[in-house]
Each structure stands twice: as C-alpha cells, then as structure tokens.
C-alpha cells in the first residue's frame, strides 16, 4: 500500500525527473528539519531568557539584519540555481562563471551594505524603531547580515546542481553550533550576545558550504574560473537585478510592518508576533523544502520546452507543498495556545494571534510552487510586479489593522496571502498558455534561395 505523498510523485513525468525529485525531496526535508528544529529551539530558549520585551527586541533587530542581507544577497541565489541548472551539463566553463560571479559579488555586496549598517544603525534604531539603545546590537548585527548574503549565494549554487543532500549536510553542522552559541550568547551578553551568537553560526555556515561547492564542482568537471565576460556580467542585469527588485518588494515590507508594530504598540506586541512567526516556518517546513526543488527541476524542463512536462510538475509540486502545509498548520492551531506558553506565561494571549499565522503561512504554501515557476519562465518583471502588490497591500493593511497589536499584523498578513494568491493562480494560467504555444511552434528555419 503507497503512500499518499508517495503516489503523488509516482504520478510525476518521467523515471529519471521522478528519482531526481524524490531524492531531492528527500534530503531538502532533512535540511529543512535540520535547520528548522535548530532555529526553534534557539528561539524558544532565547525568549525563556529575555521575556517579551526582550524577545521583541531581539526580534525587530533579526528582522533589519534580514532587511539588509536581502539588499546584500542581490538576488544571486536564485541566479545562481537557475543558470547552474542550466549550464552544468551542456556548458560547464559558463557554470563556472556563473558561480565565480555569485561568490565574487555577494562579498562584494555584502562587505558594502555591512557598511552600510554599520554608519545607519543609531539613526535607523532611534528613528524607525524608537530604541536607539539597540544600535550596539544592529551594528554587531551587520557581521552577521553579511555571512547570511554570503550563504544565500552558496544555498543557490549547491541548489542548481541539486545538492540536496549536501545542503542537509551543512544545515547539520549549522545547527549543532546554533543552540549552544545562542544560548551561551544570550546568557552572556542578552540581547548582544545573541546577535554575536548569530554571526558565529553565519561563519560557520560559509566556510562549510565552501568545502561542498568545490566538491561539486569537481565532480561535475566544472572549472574553477574568475575570467568573467559580458555574458556573466548580462545576468545580473537582467535576471539578478529583477529577483533583487522583487525581494525589495516585498522584504521592506515586512520590516516596515515590524518596525510599525514595534513603535506603536510596543515591544511586548512585537515580542509576540515574533514568537507567533516563527511557527510560519515549521508550517512550511514541507513546502520551503519541496519548493526549493522546483525553480532548477522547471528551469531544465523549461530549457527543454516540455510544455506537459512542465505543467504536470508544476501541478503537483503546487499540490503537494499545499497540503503539506495544511497537514502541519492545523495541530499547531489547536494547540496554539499551549505552544505559546511554551515560551513563557506571558506569551499565552498569542494564541490568536499564532492562529491567523498558520491560515496566511497555507496560503502562502500555495504561492512557493507558483513563484518559482514563474522565474524558470524568465518572467522577470512580473515576479517584480507581483512581489510588489503584495508587499503594498501587507503595508496598506497594517496600517488600520495594527492598532490590535500582534493580532491585527499577522490578520494583515491573512488579507496580503489572499490577494497574491487569487492574482498569480489567473497569472500563471495564462503564461503558461503563451508559453504552451511558444514551446509547441515549430523552429523557424532559413531556406536559401
């Protein structure tokens, strides 16, 4: 007798696609477990510590490291998948290129915009934030921001030769150094020494991560060459700098609603969300990972113009990251009270505000799928436009709503999931028909007179 989840991939073209995808399936869950469990824990333990007020802090000060690494990223993981997917077969000196390129302008980046934060802290903390005692914190933060743009770049390389198993590896490593650094970290030093913990555990992820992608590359014969050209240099104009512009779509958004949350309702609110959020993770724990798999699998499809192919991956990779969501978003909210008290008495009233996590954490489960397909297809300027209308209703919505605290934010969050939601399913439905026809027309050939 199968399995529900197995008879979904049975059902998914192709032996060798449906071996790659349940390998990768595989072990990008294990990476997804390894990291998630790691994280939560931490988390858990640093709020016992710090209370609400604390946490809240700690909080809005991850969420600005997070704002920044974005800017620092400069959307070179998704780069990075799409084209080693690509190239590593039919192409290797470009792959190398490619991955050259990522290495070389994520430091670059990452060094500028640590920079960066480092000369903004005091004015972002006492202006946006209204705690410019947390300046010492964001600076500190700014090492840690880099390490994260710096393996954003890494996850993207190892994802386009479908590394799974070794991106599992290095959230391993990753997580036997979270729990005792944060926790080491924030008995030391509060709030300081979590931050300084986190910018460890970046260390650590980056000189792992170097060890797996030079394997990789030399298992695939892909040269190790900074010789970059014009071609490389095309890509992140016209695929890096659109993922950027869609991450800064949407990215500022959620700080933005954070810092409103913190400013005008407090700390302890703050606090809260951020307790009640980090359940969106464990929610699309399943979805994140089986996502992952999706932009390189549709990217080497989409190169091979199988248009029934592309649709039937598409259709069950959307199905299965949906209900996986489902099948974790449900016993959290009916234990959504008990969860957080586990953080501490005083997070008990987010209950409520947990609940309205897991409906947009589903809703958004059903977007991962959809999103990635829409970047294997090259269609750059509408995954900006589309980030960007959800990053503005998040914010026009949070501006009523988060008069009721935590609640009112992650309800605002609910009314963002539902509109991207209703517009890429009829979006994707019909690039995939513009695409049907472009794929299916026959090759245009010149016959000499």
């Not at 929610?283 to 999706?294: N, P």
Request: some cysteine; glycine content about 10%; hydrophobic content about 55%.
């Amino acid at each position: 007798m199968r399995l529900p989840l197995a008879n979904l991939f049975c059902n998914v073209p192709g032996p060798s696609l449906r071996q790659r995808l349940v390998h990768g399936a595989f072990w990008s869950i294990v990476a997804a477990a390894v990291s998630q469990s790691s994280s939560l824990v931490a988390t858990v333990l640093c709020a016992r510590k710090l209370g609400v007020d604390g946490y809240g802090r700690l909080g809005i000060i991850l969420s600005t490291i997070n704002l920044f690494a974005s800017v620092g990223q400069l959307g070179l993981g998704l780069t990075a998948a799409k084209h080693v997917a690509e190239f590593r077969s039919t192409e290797p000196d470009k792959a190398g290129r490619v991955i050259a390129l990522s290495q070389l302008t994520s430091i670059a980046s990452g060094l500028l915009v640590a920079a960066v934060l480092c000369v903004a802290a005091r004015f972002i903390c006492d202006r946006y934030l209204g705690a410019p005692s947390l300046a010492g914190a964001l600076r500190a933060g700014a090492v840690a921001m880099f390490f994260i743009a710096l393996n954003g770049s890494q996850t993207g390389i190892l994802s386009g030769f479908e590394a799974f198993r070794q991106i599992a590896t290095a959230n391993l490593v990753k997580s036997v150094v979270t729990i005792p650094a944060v926790l080491a970290g924030v008995v030391w030093m509060g709030i300081d020494g979590a931050v300084g913990a986190y910018a460890l555990v970046g260390l650590v992820s980056y000189l792992t991560f170097g060890v797996l992608i030079r394997r990789e590359c030399r298992a695939w014969g892909i040269p190790a060459t900074y010789r970059l050209g014009m071609d490389e240099v095309h890509l992140l104009y016209h695929f890096s700098l659109p993922v950027l512009i869609a991450g800064l779509s949407f990215t500022p958004a959620v700080w933005w609603t954070n810092a409103l949350l913190a400013k005008s309702a407090g700390f302890v609110e703050s606090g809260l969300s951020t307790a009640a959020f980090q359940w969106q993770f464990v929610i699309l724990f399943f979805s994140s990972a089986l996502g992952s798999l999706g932009l390189p699998m549709l990217s080497n499809l989409a190169g091979e113009r199988d248009a029934r192919g592309y649709r039937r991956l598409l259709y069950w990779s959307a199905l299965v990251t949906t209900v996986s969501a489902i099948a974790l978003a449900v016993p959290i909210a009916l234990a959504s009270s008990h969860i957080m008290r586990s953080y501490g008495v005083a997070f008990g009233k987010g209950a409520g505000t947990l609940v309205l996590v897991c409906v947009a954490s589903v809703l958004s489960a059903a977007n991962i799928s959809v999103g990635q397909a829409i970047w294997s297809l090259g269609a750059a300027s509408w995954g900006m436009a589309l980030a960007a209308l959800r990053g503005g209703v998040l914010v026009a919505a949070s501006y009523p709503l988060v008069a009721h605290g935590a609640a009112g934010l992650a309800e605002a969050y609910v009314v963002s999931a539902i509109v991207q939601t209703t517009v890429q399913a009829f979006f994707i439905s019909w690039l995939l028909r513009q695409k049907a026809r472009e794929w299916e027309a026959p090759p245009v050939t010149c016959q000499s007179g």
